[in-house]
């Protein structure tokens, strides 16, 4: 179902739940849900499964049968929970059975079980489209359509980021007037020199030597290395779509589903077609391996991005 859907819906009533959410930013606002469903007061606490399955069986029953004599009762969001394995669900199964539970866990997934269905509530939400995410940006920050678009197409297609960017905008004008697409590009992208689109069209087209100069630009001016990844990412994973459907659908339907403008359908599935398939999906390893150096350590981003560049187009 749609996350608008879910958000006017009462979720089954249960002690636990499977919750596939692709969206970090979508699961911390289904919290408001669950409680409304759960009724009365809950405190939320978010755990990865790894650090739930060191929780003896024993505690977690004690918990569901014994009420908090201070504060709300617990509800545990359990993230990375693809992993959790037959035995531990079994162990599980008895907190289903108690009545009035003190303890609520929504096991989140990003994606539906490739095992067998676990015995909870199990509750979908689509994937979002660019589409979702520009009517989102526009009706809960009231920023026009066109400014929706052009952030959608130009950040990382995630909510938290996009919520972030329009926050920051909106401080910026001040509430004087309506965010322009000429602040995005000012507060945002902070490119004179190049435009936001030439990084993209750069690398798309494999011209290495344009992207290190638009690239080295952006971290001169002061763009965040990881927006600046979030962008080579999103190109990637266009590229890598258009692969999957190349030969088998039109150059519109392909720009459609990769969220590429019509216009630019043609040029985009000409330039994807100089892409080696199987480079492309284990090109996805080098995004991994950026976003956990630039996160963890103080590589010299500039230098960084240049060898990676290298290594996913410039040998090509």
Request: hydrophobic content about 40%.
């Amino acid at each position: 179902m749609k996350f608008s859907e879910f958000l006017r819906k009462q979720p089954p009533k249960a002690n636990l739940y499977m919750f596939v959410c692709e969206d970090d930013f979508l699961v911390d606002e289904s919290q408001s849900v669950w409680a409304r469903c759960f009724g009365g007061e809950w405190r939320f606490q978010k755990l990865p499964l790894k650090e739930f399955d060191t929780i003896p069986i024993s505690d977690l029953m004690e918990w569901a049968l014994t009420p908090p004599l201070f504060g709300p009762a617990r509800a545990l969001m359990v993230t990375g929970a693809g992993k959790l394995t037959r035995k531990r669900t079994t162990e599980l199964e008895p907190l289903s059975a108690v009545e009035h539970s003190s303890l609520k866990i929504v096991f989140v997934l990003s994606s539906p079980p490739s095992r067998s269905r676990p015995p909870f509530p199990l509750i979908q939400i689509d994937r979002l489209r660019p589409e979702d995410m520009v009517r989102w940006l526009s009706g809960r920050f009231g920023v026009t359509l066109e400014v929706a678009r052009y952030l959608v197409d130009n950040l990382a297609p995630e909510l938290l980021p996009l919520k972030q960017e329009v926050e920051k905008l909106q401080t910026y004008v001040g509430g004087a007037r309506q965010v322009e697409i000429a602040d995005v590009d000012q507060l945002i992208f902070r490119s004179e020199q190049y435009g936001p689109f030439e990084l993209n069209d750069a690398f798309l087209a494999k011209d290495y030597p344009k992207s290190v100069r638009v690239l080295g630009a952006m971290v001169e001016e002061g763009v965040e290395p990881i927006l600046i990844l979030s962008k080579l990412v999103r190109v990637w994973r266009q590229i890598f779509i258009a692969k999957v459907l190349e030969g088998r659908s039109s150059p519109a339907e392909v720009a459609g589903a990769a969220g590429v403008p019509r216009w630019k359908a043609g040029q985009f599935v000409t330039a994807c077609r100089t892409f080696d398939r199987g480079k492309v999906a284990s090109g996805f390893e080098e995004f991994v391996r950026a976003d956990q150096a630039l996160k963890t350590s103080s590589p010299n981003p500039e230098y960084y991005f240049d060898v990676m560049l290298w290594k996913l187009i410039g040998r090509s």
